[in-house]
């Protein structure tokens, strides 16, 4: 008998987490490795959120919160909704959870029941598929490539949705492929969905304010989407706090409550000091990020310029969030330095192990064409990174 359960045994490991721990471990046995794997910025968090912290702790913000959240942050996380995204939201519809990836947990676990289908416009963010299966549900992964910019079409859409479809989940700005979609494509999609009153939609809006099109829209806020979306943001990439664990979901309020009654036997809801910190977060004015963003977007370019240098990856270029999403398929096939490419997963160790540059393979975000780089390291970094991939390939 397995002493482990099924679910565990079924579940596959983060491989965003995994290629940055093989990542660390070989940079600890004294290996010059350039990590271009986990999606976090490497900025500090800013002193004013950092304040916030310590007088909560001088205030004594030590014991549980409201599972769902300070009602103070709640209505911070209200207007922030109205400022950002036109969205208006009451307290009642917004959980705090320890993370985006708990809010999508939670999300997962309050709606979805065995069998029910999950629509995912691929690339998507490696933990949806693991999260949707956990839950019961059959992810329905709907391919997009680096000739559509990665983004699905109505029509794409359309022909996945089945009686069983429950759900679509999907993130923009995207990772991994920094795909931003305007109002426009979100409406022919919402028009695709008019049709199918009972699907509900996952906008995953975590790298907001990590966006260099000039325009933002969240699906939420077009004609009716609002009450079949389940908004999620945190403060994780913008505000540079992916480990303080904070993220948040505005939703109708029943499946809020939901979520609510869930973490309530889970978690008891998301640390305090976190909380008191992340009200002080959402309340700034987003020009605080200005500095950040452009220094991205700088990054951004360099990294697509360097990119188009190197022989037969094909890209896109990334609107917002911070990667790059090469479709590397050329290779497949071929044998370098005496090793063979079969796939995206093989091409993605050749680079770690002959240029030390660790990335993820596409196949982790179900795209098997293409690998995942992240840029959110410093220039100098990225400039020797892309100078190594380059030599190991001609
Ligand atoms: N969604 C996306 C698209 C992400 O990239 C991440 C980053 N890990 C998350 C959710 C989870 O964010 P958090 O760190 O707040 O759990
Ligand atoms: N979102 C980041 C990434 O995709 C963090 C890693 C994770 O949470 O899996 O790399």
Known sequence: MNILSDRINNLAVS?????????????????????????????????????AAKKAIDENYSTYTPVDGYVELKEAICRKFKRDNNLEYKPSNIVVSTGAKQSLYNVAQVMLNDGDEVILPAPYWVSYYEIIKLSGGVPVEVPTSVESDFKITPEQLEKAITPKTKMMWFSSPCNPSGSVYNREELTAIGKVLEKHPNIYIVSDEIYEHINFSGTFCS????????????????????FAMTGWRIGYIGAPEFIAKACTKMQGQVTSGANSIAQRATI??????????????????????LVVELAKEIPNFKINVPEGAFYLFPDVSYYFGKTLRGKEIKDATDFSMYLLSEANVATVTGDAFGNPNCIRLSYATSEDLLKEALKRIKEVLI
């Open 15 to 51: 491989q965003t987490l995994a290629m940055a721990a093989l990542a660390r471990e070989l940079k600890a046995q004294g290996k010059d490795i350039i990590s271009l794997s986990l999606g976090e910025p490497d900025f500090n968090t800013p002193d004013f959120i950092k304040e």
């Open 219 to 238: 699906i939420a806020s077009i004609p009716g989407m609002f009450d079949r979306t389940i908004t999620v943001n945190g403060v994780a990439k913008a």
């Open 280 to 301: 002080t977060a959402v309340e700034a004015n987003p020009s605080v990020l200005n500095d950040m963003v452009k220094a991205f977007k700088n990054r951004r370019d």
